[in-house]
């Protein structure tokens, strides 16, 4: 069989967004349905999983067949499955596993496991088609922020990651400290467009501590003293500038640290992936640092950031050609190390 001509479809459910893409030879998309259900948490401020898998259950077979219908084929053409796995709202991935090994069942084709994390980095291949590893990735998101260095296709390391909560986590609760709406990131990114990131100082958390690690859980409580303090004085607080000054020095430890993880290992491509990697501030910071020292930076289109199936297929390609395929026992994790 030509590598090149496998149609894999994938599932991704492992937060709040319902998605079914079809993907040939893991570079190709014919396909890549995503229902989001932000609109529906928004009303709480956050994700609710409840709410999340039962959504994911009334919307998996609909986004399957839309997925199906929009790359013209039908489960005749579909050579394996692809599906999240882990780590993710346990109730979501459920839903994505069970459907995935019922189709698995009932077509008698293979049953690929995927990592959230292996998916995200793996958008790349999508949006690059002469991205080969080896190469430095950065995954910032909502769940996530690891330093990983892919050396093959199917071999990840961590060398850095979050003590406590991820970027976008991060992002979020500024964001609801400004009474910005739910998903904080792109309300933050865009008001941090309008002030000064100079204007309060917020501590770089970590940066030279010598590791490829991050904390993200005193900046929130920096931001809401900073905005208390200035309202006890009786000052109006500018959102912009908070915003901006928050967003700058997040991103000054991100960048640092990632560019540096690339330069200390001696890879010359930084890939990265997650939500996060929309960031409009993020892309011109690592832009300007990756061309000063010469490494090849490559950031998908935002729809292929955040959270897709498009890119759960692309892992999945990957380790199919490896034969690591799963089984029918094959469960959804929470906390799925990668
Ligand atoms: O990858 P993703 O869709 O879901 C997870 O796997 O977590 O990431 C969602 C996160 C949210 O925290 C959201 O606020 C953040 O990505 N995000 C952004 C931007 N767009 C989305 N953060 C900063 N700037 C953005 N433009
Ligand atoms: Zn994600």
Redesign the pocket.
């Known amino acids: 069989m030509d590598e090149k001509k496998l149609v894999t479809l994938a599932i991704e459910s492992?937060?709040d967004?319902t998605a079914v893409a079809l993907i040939r030879g893991g570079r190709e998309v014919l396909s890549n349905i995503i229902s989001s259900q932000i609109d529906i948490h928004k009303a709480y401020g956050g994700v609710v999983p409840e709410i999340a898998s039962r959504h994911h259950l009334e919307n998996i077979n609909h986004v399957t067949q839309r997925a199906l219908d929009e790359a013209g084929m039908t489960m005749d053409d579909v050579d394996f499955f692809s599906v999240t796995y882990g780590p993710g709202l346990i109730g979501a991935l459920v839903i994505g596993v069970a459907t995935a090994k019922a189709f698995s069942l009932a077509t008698g084709k293979p049953l690929v496991g995927v990592h959230?994390i292996h998916g995200?980095i793996s958008a790349n291949y999508l949006q690059y088609p002469d991205l080969e590893p080896p190469f430095m990735a950065l995954v910032v998101?909502?769940?996530?922020t690891n330093i990983v260095r892919v050396t093959e296709y199917n071999d990840l390391h961590t060398i850095g990651q979050t003590r406590d909560d991820?970027v976008?986590?991060a992002?979020?609760k500024v964001a609801r400290v400004l009474g910005l709406p739910y998903?904080?990131?792109?309300a933050?990114?865009r008001l941090a467009k309008e002030g000064d990131r100079e204007a309060i100082h917020f501590k770089r958390v970590l940066l030279d501590d010598g590791t490829y690690d991050f904390s993200f859980s005193g900046i929130k409580t920096a931001v809401l003293n900073y905005v208390n303090g200035e309202k006890q004085k009786g000052n109006e607080v500018n959102a912009a500038d908070v915003a901006a000054s928050f967003q700058e020095a997040v991103l000054d430890v991100i960048v640092a640290k990632s560019v540096g993880a690339a330069l200390d290992s001696g890879e010359d491509k930084l890939v990265v992936a997650?939500?996060?990697a929309?960031?409009?501030r993020l892309r011109e910071k690592l832009t300007e640092a990756c061309g000063e020292h010469g490494i090849r930076l490559c950031i998908p289109p935002?729809v292929l950031?955040?959270?897709n199936a498009a890119m759960i297929g692309a892992a999945g390609h990957y380790s199919y050609i490896k034969g690591n395929t799963s089984d029918l026992s094959l469960d959804a994790i929470a906390h799925l190390p990668l």
């Open positions: 492992s937060c967004e959230h995200h998101s909502g769940g996530h991820a976008g986590e992002f979020d998903p904080g990131g792109p933050i990114d997650g939500g996060v929309a960031n409009s935002a950031c955040t959270d």
